[in-house]
């Protein structure tokens, strides 16, 4: 620990980890770190805000592995928004709020929500009952 009450934090560059055999087993450790006194990750990885690094999709996985992603703003404000959302919706890999169609739709518009909404597919529902799946390979 530094005087001033910071804890040091060491980058990937810090550390040379050379395999070999342990007794410690990866079930009994705990890697877990607190980003502020009330956000706690599993794991301490945080993504750079980089247009080249972080997008909805490393966001959810980091999420998912309990690190922390963050969405890079070199986009225009909508594109922001609906990558958030894209991080949003995901919960434990399962897609909560999913953007759905109805038998009536048509394929243009299939085709409209997949490229605005960057998804291969979309559930069909009648009510709130799943009648069908059609994908990017459907079409």
Do not use: W
């Amino acid at each position: 620990m530094i005087d001033n009450g910071i804890i040091e934090g060491l980058t990937f560059d810090d550390l040379l980890l050379l395999p070999a055999f342990s007794a410690v087993l990866p079930s009994d450790v705990d890697v877990s770190t607190y980003l502020t006194p009330q956000i706690k990750l599993n794991i301490p990885l945080i993504s750079a805000a980089m247009d080249t690094v972080t997008e909805a999709k490393a966001a959810v996985c980091l999420a998912q592995e309990g690190g922390l992603g963050v969405i890079h703003r070199n986009m225009e404000v909508d594109a922001q928004v609906q990558e958030v959302e894209q991080v949003k919706k995901s919960e434990s890999g399962m897609i909560v709020d999913p953007i759905v169609i109805s038998p009536d739709h048509k394929i243009k518009d299939v085709l409209s929500l997949m490229a605005r909404y960057s998804i291969s597919g979309i559930p069909v529902t009648q009510g709130k009952k799943l009648v069908g799946i059609i994908t990017n390979r459907d079409l």
